[in-house]
């Protein structure tokens, strides 16, 4: 972490030297973006820390951990599938979730549903696509999300 504000410090010291004024109106944007989203950020952060709080640790691992095999693939497709959440509240929750033992392919097709699949969306997309359309999509980034997790299982087995 230490690196990477050293970094990040780094890139905005080279921007104000280029033009201090773009660099100020960029750093004030970005301020405005951060708080603007802290209050859902937050608020889904409490609840799940609440909701992990209830749930034992132990049931975690059982059911979504590195043995749960094709039941917890399927438990973390559903839970993507049917959960809205923006990508930087899934983030964090996800890292979460990875200490308490949820293993990688279930955090990655979890993130890779909540992305691209939506079951909560679907009249809506019926309405503008079709009901073929909206079947077909979803369909296809269910099968894609199960096989980006299991590359993700993989690839993290390599690396």
Not at 9 to 25: E, N, Y
Not at 139 to 155: E, W
């Amino acid at each position: 972490m230490a690196v990477f504000s050293l970094v990040i410090l780094g890139l905005i010291l080279l921007s104000a030297l280029a033009d201090w004024k773009r660099t100020w109106t960029g750093l004030k944007k970005g301020l405005t973006m951060f708080i603007n989203i802290l209050p859902q950020f937050l608020t889904v952060m409490v609840l799940a820390a609440v909701l992990l709080y209830f749930i034992p640790e132990s049931a975690i691992r059982t059911y979504l951990g590195e043995r749960a095999g094709v039941q917890g693939i399927i438990m973390g497709a559903v839970i993507g599938s049917v959960t809205m959440l923006p990508g930087f509240v899934a983030y964090p929750l996800c890292a979460v979730l990875m200490k308490q033992g949820v293993s990688i392919v279930v955090l990655a097709v979890f993130v890779t549903t909540l992305m691209m699949v939506g079951i909560v969306t679907l009249p809506l997309e019926f309405k503008f696509f079709g009901r073929k359309a909206a079947l077909l999509r979803n369909l296809f980034c269910l099968i894609g999300a199960i096989i980006v997790a299991l590359l993700m299982g993989i690839s993290y087995a390599w690396f």
